[in-house]
């Protein structure tokens, strides 16, 4: 997709034409200007000539979910998940071609940072899907961090949440972070009720900083001030991820040391049970049982996430652009 012109020509025309070709390319979802028949002829040639609707992808299915491995201009590539729920199509969309966090566990880290995405390169994440399906709910939790590229990633959200647009509610969309504290301290004064996702994986900072090297720049102390703050601010629950990985953070140890760190009413766990890789394994399902009910017991607001297309390398941790 190239919409790098359509500012340029759509300066002389009326606020309503924007309007219109807004909701022509976002909930129209239109693939070609030549079925804009509503548009004068003139304008969709010129549309038709300097900007393109065509997004190439290569859609891999399973039963609960479809990867899309998204080719950009400049050759590289990236990749987006639509999750098919009973409640809705959820899309996981990525924030940057690859990831510079070096996250043990996670695959995309091995990709390295290529660069970040521009905001219509992640909106096309979106309207891919958008084409086919009725999609509820937008979570940035593919690859990359998406507060190290937080303007093209908030432009986006703004499209997302706009009536004339993608008009997804703001409650719909998530945002996941490994903790970048000036991200969170920015979204706080953004006055959007997204919702907010931490990535912690780990009740200490000794843990912490072998699964995510990140943290020795932001410990776990500082991310729970930042978020404590955030919450004042915006009354808004914060979801804390925490993926099981047998033997490195499942045990009774561990869950109780994140149900004392987990001391905030507004406070949310997700657990999430690990996808295999050559590195970690999954727990058992009894081990995650004991973990799961151990920090219910202690009061604390506990979901397991349920995993989407796993068989598709599509599930959490497992973007790296294979097919
Ligand atoms: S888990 Fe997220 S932040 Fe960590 S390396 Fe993977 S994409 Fe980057």
Redesign the pocket.
């Known amino acids: 997709m190239n919409l790098k012109n359509l500012n340029k020509i759509l300066e002389k025309e009326p606020d309503f034409r924007k309007k219109q070709i807004e909701k022509l390319i976002y909930q129209k979802a239109i693939e070609d200007w030549n079925n804009a028949t509503e548009l004068p002829l003139n304008l969709r040639k010129e549309l038709s000539e300097k900007t393109s609707l065509k997004i190439k992808a290569k859609l891999v299915k399973s039963k609960d979910a479809e990867k899309a491995l998204i080719r950009l201009n400049d050759n590289y590539q990236t990749e987006t998940v639509l999750m098919k729920h009973n409640k809705g199509n959820t899309v996981c969309v990525?924030s940057?071609v690859?990831?510079?966090?070096?996250?043990k566990?996670?695959?995309?880290?091995k990709i390295g940072l290529k660069r970040n995405l521009e905001t219509e390169e992640i909106l096309e994440q979106v309207l891919l899907f958008k084409r086919n399906y009725k999609i509820r709910n937008v979570v940035f939790?593919?690859?990359?961090?998406p507060f190290l590229n937080y303007e093209n990633v908030l432009s986006v959200i703004k499209i997302i949440n706009s009536k004339n647009a993608f008009n997804i509610g703001a409650r719909r969309i998530s945002i996941?972070?490994?903790g970048i504290v000036e991200g969170i301290e920015k979204l706080s004064n953004e006055k959007l009720k997204i919702n907010l996702a931490i990535?912690l994986h780990a009740g200490n900072n000794k843990l912490r900083e072998r699964l995510?090297p990140?943290s020795k720049k932001y410990p776990l102390e500082l991310v729970l001030k930042t978020v404590n703050t955030y919450i004042k601010k915006t009354k808004r629950k914060v979801m804390f991820e925490y993926a099981l990985m047998k033997n490195v953070n499942d045990s009774l140890k561990d869950a109780k040391e994140l149900s004392k760190i987990m001391n905030h009413p507004l406070y949310m766990v997700n657990l999430i049970k690990y996808n295999d890789t050559k590195e970690f394994k999954a727990p058992s399902k009894e081990r995650i049982k004991e973990f799961k009910d151990f920090l219910k017991n202690q009061g604390i607001n506990t979901t397991e996430r349920y995993r989407f297309g796993r068989d598709i390398w599509a599930g959490?941790?497992q973007?790296c652009l294979k097919k």
Do not use: P
């Open positions: 990525s940057q690859g990831c510079a966090l070096g996250c566990f996670c695959a995309t880290a939790m593919g690859m990359g961090e996941s972070t490994a990535s995510m990140i959490c941790g973007l």
